[in-house]
């Protein structure tokens, strides 16, 4: 018995009313994408804040990052996931809960806040690393001259770990938009979810499979090439970073 | 909040949950390391050959592998896996392999893509001097690789390894998606069977949470060891 390949499938109309079985795969990578912004976006504010408390001289501040990177690292993503979406709004005042289940979209919003908590203990790790990989001089020149330690912080010091962070910072953007597959355990459209839905109507599993894994190898390529740009556009002249 | 938690319920349950749930998570997570490590340690080794062929095909896979996301990883060889077996085995029809070993076979190898980068860079930490002089010495690829360098490697390695042994654990709860009765599988199955999504979940990070941090600890130790030995 062989695999009867049918290519033809994607060109045929879906049952879902309105386009074919390629539109249901191309509405997939665009919730794919949605997610995985938003998602990268939350990681990347909350894990510069938690890696920058970790660098800090107080030592409170180090151990509240800590214990937050600790929390968010070692509890696997679908844990999360179902804690965000089934026990959250069981556990918070009755009228919040009631609030938290009638919102619109809530696979999204969920799939996000959660893709984005867990991976800004990644990003946190990432920026002390970057920080502490700094000469120690720079911040010494930076408060002698004056400034404040905030502004010795926001002048000096992120500005060049940032740039010292851009290939792992790379790799964890590219994670959290693997990541968001997780979202179809609670209802996501995402581009996996869509992969198995086009191979549940059609049986034609190979075929879905296939194009759902060209779509990801795709946007994996263009988030390197943006990224590797973005890492020359922002380098700083003469100050040689980890990339190539 | 907690004046509904049932506790009982995980009392109750709590065999089911660590004989059946626990020992195949470990079960997965064991097998799946050994595995991907000797499979992984194979594409290194592979990729730093200098021969153009293999180290294409070590390159092609480990980026092939490192850019799908695992639940499409897990899909792919939930269909594909079967119809393997029955071109190796020159079976009829499609031939159906148990769960587990599905399982299994998908984060071998997926996983192994990861571990053949950690085991690259463990290589290429061993100074080209020490590969010269076992040539030097007289031994062979194969006597320098076992005896020189991959010895070095995965002593350099093993805190890395082991870290990325913790994310294999954390990332086998995804079999939830072929309903397997692993640790979060059993865990939810209790949860929708008795109406109990707070108490399972709960209950299911907690215990996530104390084993990988446990074990993340034991790796923070490890590495403050070897670095004050190098």
Redesign the interface.
Known sequence: ?N?RWKWDIFFQPSPEGHGTYLDMLIVGLGWTIVTALLAWAIALVLGVVIGVLRTLPYKTADRIGFAYV??F????????I??WY??LP??VPAEWGRWLKQIPNSPFWTTAIGIGFYMSSRVAEQVRAGVGSLPRGQRMAGLAIGLTLPQCYRHVILPMAMRIMMPSLTSDF?NTI?????G??IGLIEL?SR??AV?EFTFQ??EA?TV??LM??VL?MVVVFAMRWLERKIAVPGYVTGSR | ?FANFDFDVIIRTAPFLFMEGMTFTLNLTVLAALGGIVIGTLLALMRLSGFAPLSMLAAGYTN?FR??????VI??FY??VP?IA?WVTGA???KPVGAFMSALITFTLFEAAYFAEIMRAGIQSVTRGQIAAGYALGLNYWQVMGHVVLPQAFRNMTPVLLTQTIVLF??T??V??LSLTDF?GAA?KI?QRDFR??EM??F??VI??AI??AL?SLVRRLQARISIVR
Do not use: C, G, H
Not at chain 1, 73 to 80: A, K, M, S
Not at chain 2, 67 to 72: D, E, F, I, M
């Open positions: 018995m695999y600790e929390l690292r070692n509890i696997p993503l679908l844990v999360q179902f804690l089934f026990v069981e556990v590219l693997k990541n968001t597959s997780i179809l355990t996996t992969a198995r191979q599993v190979f499979f759902a894994t990801y190898l994996n | 909040m092939l850019s799908l996301p695992l639940l499409l899909f792919w269909f594909l119809w029955m009829e029809r499609p954390q990332d709860s995804l939830y998606v979060l939810s949860a999504l707070v979940y709960l299911a990070a996530y949470f990988s941090f993340s």
